[in-house]
């Protein structure tokens, strides 16, 4: 099965944001065992994420998708409030959470 470009680029752009904050993230083998892909972005911080017609929309929304989609696993999405902390969560793609490699530099 080919993939079309714009799907791989989803794929590869979202996969770049999920490596680029791996704080509270959980091993890929944990998301499939339990069938669901945690995201956590901001609820207001268009045109990256936030609310369209009550809905969840935005191009890290659709990254988030890619990826739930391409591990054929569910989408958990929850919009936060910026000032929100990311610790409440189990995943964020801000990069704004404190990681273990990060939690002792000063």
Not at 26 to 39: E, F, M
Request: glycine fraction near 6%.
């Amino acid at each position: 099965m080919t993939l079309s470009l714009r799907r791989r680029s989803l794929l590869l752009a979202a996969s770049l944001l999920l490596a680029a904050s791996p704080a509270l993230s959980r091993p890929l083998d944990a998301v499939r065992a339990d069938g669901t892909l945690r995201v956590a972005l901001y609820e207001d911080n268009f045109p990256f994420s936030g609310l369209k017609d009550g809905k969840p929309a935005g191009i890290e929304v659709d990254l988030a998708q890619a990826v739930a989609d391409a591990l054929k696993v569910k989408l958990d999405l929850r919009l936060v409030d910026a000032g929100r902390t990311p610790m409440a969560t189990s995943a964020s793609l801000s990069g704004a959470a404190i990681s273990p490699g990060r939690r002792f530099r000063t």
